[in-house]
């Protein structure tokens, strides 16, 4: 039972550089999240997915964009990295849509540097 | 703007002795709210849910309130052991989940 997979776990990058954080859900849930987790910042928000087909902002979506490829996975694109985005990378997903009660399943992140 | 704060220190408890964790919010007024714990190098983990309707929630050693009057949630952890030891992060909803900084405890055996 894997849950939520994210790769890859680390990834150092150039500034300028290009490329795609992945996950997957095995749950069949309707609802997936990318956060990214800072120092003293907790956990916000870069953009959600309410259902298949659809993907909205969250509270810091500069500078990135994200795909829903299917009901399974969700992918976050960072087309020319800068080094403000080095952070850790949480994917989540839930059982309905956005703002429901059920609660998120995180995957263990993904670490990325950027130079 | 919505804003979470929780215990802005960490905790430090000696190990039998209950961990209260506070969580807060303004310009909010959430449906539930969520607690998890994430531990380093690991995603959140989801512990347990409250509804606004709820004045208290127990699971096993855990107790969760909600003060809808303060804004303001309380999380116990009785009888304290060190694998207790994690980050509590805590997440009003709906509306778009808003997750806390969350609050560092340590367990001292």
Redesign the interface.
Known sequence: NAG?TQTPKFQVLKTGQSMTLQCAQDMNHNSMYW?RQDP??????IY?SASEGTTDK?EVPNGYNVSRLNKREFSLRLESAAPSQTSVY?C?SSGTG????Q???????TRLSIL | SQKIEQNSEALNIQEGKTATLTCNYTNYSPAYLQWYRQDPGRGPVFLLLIRENEKEKRKERLKVTFDTTLKQSLFHITASQPADSATYLCAPGPDKVIFGPGTSLSVIP
């Open positions: 939520v956060y003293g910042m907790g956990l916000r928000l959600y969250g949480f989540a956005s703002g429901s009660n609660p998120q399943h995180f995957g263990d992140g």
